[in-house]
């Protein structure tokens, strides 16, 4: 790659050909890493929806905030650790390279113990904060309570996974995904379609397809003898400190499917359990774009970390640019997929004659937010891979909070759209937290710290 020590560098910075090749070896194996990581919800909800019915969606739905809770925390602490370990490799400090990734790996180990714990002890309260009641609750808390207890093994899949591709392990995480996907589907068709396992069976599947996964991840950092990092002194009060300022960035964008619990809310409010079960199909496909685009950013972190790291400004904005690029025309492409598929989908799902036509009305609405949730995405990645923790921070966590406003009081309420003004808070939300995203950008060129 190319080097230049200008400050901020440009938008227009034209990428090498090196460049253009690891940013594509990087990108399209961590793309599929997290579209795989999304279908195993989706798979669990098709085979719920096919064999429970409605209700079985709306539980599953309704779980999904503590799955997602899970597995944000091994992202966080993995992703953390990754942007540390990458900076330092650019750096070309291999103490610091073992002492961050040695820290990751012991954090990990303990909140394996520290989450399987809490969600053990506290998932029937959250279920019930989160709207479940009666039938609901009673299917939701049969497939959480087998989460977890296996949350260890979504906890390690999802932490190892981004240090894999620090270690050029991108095609591994790939293949450990669709390892892990293949073994869910499987156990899935098993466990609920042919044993009439119904909720606990899905559970079983997931958490079973989340540990083989964990293997291949186990397997590529041993082979690279980074495993030995695990003896290293942790310095929680230091590196483990480190590891969380940072690690809260992608910690609350794995969490940004928990916008669920808000739209769960407007949702029921608004239209009642048909309503909630609706947005149960349309989240879990709108879940496969939005981790395509989160896997642009994420799998070019290393190299745009690395490069950081190593005071290469070209390069980090030539990366950034062609993610912005890619995001984009991926969110086209599937904006217009979804679109055109948006009347067989909720056939997929087993959803019923009366609320397919509302599924698909839905998603026409939803396919308008792919386009800034691309630039919002890449924006998120790019601050937190520099380490520039405040604007990370900000694009994340106002996501909540703004969408809350807009589903929950000023669309549907003050505006008088009711339940169509819940549907049209996403997009409106998306819309302007990109715009948000750019400014931050664009402010960062001219005023580069």
Known sequence: MRRSHTAG???QAAPSRDTRRLFFQNVLPAMLAFAFSGVYAIVDGLFIGQNVGDIGLAAINVAYPITAFIQAVGTGVGMGGAIWVSTAMGQKDTAAQRRY??????LLLVCCAAVTALTSLLAVPLLQMFGASGSMLALAQQYIRVIALGASFQLLA???????RCFNGAGVAMGA???GFLTNTVLDWLFVSVYSWGMTGAAVATVLGQGVTVLPCLWHLARKKALKAL???PQPGAVWLRLGHVGLSPFGLTMSPNIVIIMNRAALHYGGSEAVACYAVVSYVACVVQLLLQGIGDGCQPLISRSSGAGDHH????????AYCFSCLVAVLGALAVFLLRRQLPALFGVSGGLAPQVASVLSVFCLGFLPMALLRVSTSYFYAVQQNRSAY???YSEPVLLALLAGLLLPGLLGLGLTGVWW?????????????LWLVYRRQITPS
């Not at 990734?101 to 012991?106: I, P, S, V």
């Not at 999802?158 to 894999?164: A, N, Q, S």
């Not at 808070?425 to 995203?437: K, R, V, Y």
């Open 9 to 11: 560098g440009d938008l």
């Open 101 to 106: 990734l040695g820290g990751a790996l012991q």
């Open 158 to 164: 999802t932490g190892m996974v981004p240090l894999c």
């Open 177 to 179: 995904m669709i390892a």
């Open 231 to 233: 003896a290293v002194r």
């Open 315 to 322: 390069s980090v904005v030539s990366l950034r640019g062609m």
């Open 394 to 396: 900000l694009l994340i």
């Open 425 to 437: 808070s996403i997009p409106a939300e998306q819309l302007l937290l990109a715009a948000l995203g």
